[in-house]
């Protein structure tokens, strides 16, 4: 969710038409498709609209902000939750075109699970789509104590709350995982809090780390 605003923020509007959608399980094919529309002020058919009729639809605006010199760009976040049906709507999508040029870039955002999920012979299709594959590693312990202080900063907090052994046993519990840290962290200031300690001990990380 961090890199998907991260990119909103960097995508210049004369260019591009940026849409969000977070994807919750159980989402249908015509549910994606009227979320997309939704995003791009497209008025819906009132009623149960067949997928094809909002492909159609969407079909259209792309055209016209290409005709306005912009750029279609879908941000799907929590893809893993994509239901194969689903997925090959998005290729679908991808598909939508002049002779020129392809008129929308699909950015899929998800959990290490979806592109093994992918491996299977029936999304060769969609997997033969996707250009660009990229993996966040996880933190080093550097950079998850950078990382912790500068949380605590944004919050209008000491960079020293943390202790040094206490950074150490974050990263080490949490292995450099961006949420797990977050979570862990926010767990052993819970307990801090509750012991009126001064800041936080590595004693106090183990205790939250083994009640998270």
């Keep these: 969710t961090l890199l998907t605003q991260l990119i909103l ?23 994606l498709l009227r979320e997309i529309l939704s995003e791009l002020n497209v008025a819906l058919p009132v009623g149960g609209a067949r ?13 016209e902000l290409h005709q306005q010199g912009r750029k279609l760009i879908i941000l799907i976040d929590e893809c893993h939750f994509l239901s194969g049906d ?15 040029r392809k008129l929308v870039t699909c950015l899929l ?3 290490a699970r979806f592109p093994q999920r992918l491996q ?11 250009y660009l594959q990229c993996v966040l590693p996880a933190m080093s312990a550097e950079d998850c104590a950078e990382y912790v202080k500068f949380r605590l900063m944004s919050a209008g ?3 020293q709350l943390f202790e040094a052994d206490a950074l150490t046993a974050v990263h080490a519990h949490a292995g450099g995982v961006g949420r797990s840290i977050n ?8 307990k801090g809090c509750l012991a009126r300690a001064a800041g936080i ?10 009640r998270g």
């Design 86 to 100: 689903n997925l090959h709507i998005i290729r679908t999508i991808s598909n939508i075109e002049i002779p020129e």
């Design 120 to 130: 299977h012979p029936s999304f060769d299709s969609i997997r033969n789509r996707m």
């Design 51 to 63: 997928t094809q009729e909002l492909i159609k639809l969407l079909s259209n605006c792309v055209i």
């Design 109 to 111: 955002f998800g959990e």
């Design 157 to 159: 907090g000491s960079d």
């Design 9 to 31: 923020q960097q995508l210049d509007p004369a260019k591009y038409c940026p849409v969000l959608v977070l994807v919750s399980p159980g989402l249908s094919k015509t549910g």
């Design 201 to 210: 001990s590595a004693e106090l990380v183990h205790r939250a780390a083994a």
């Design 183 to 190: 979570k862990l962290c926010m767990l052993a200031l819970l």
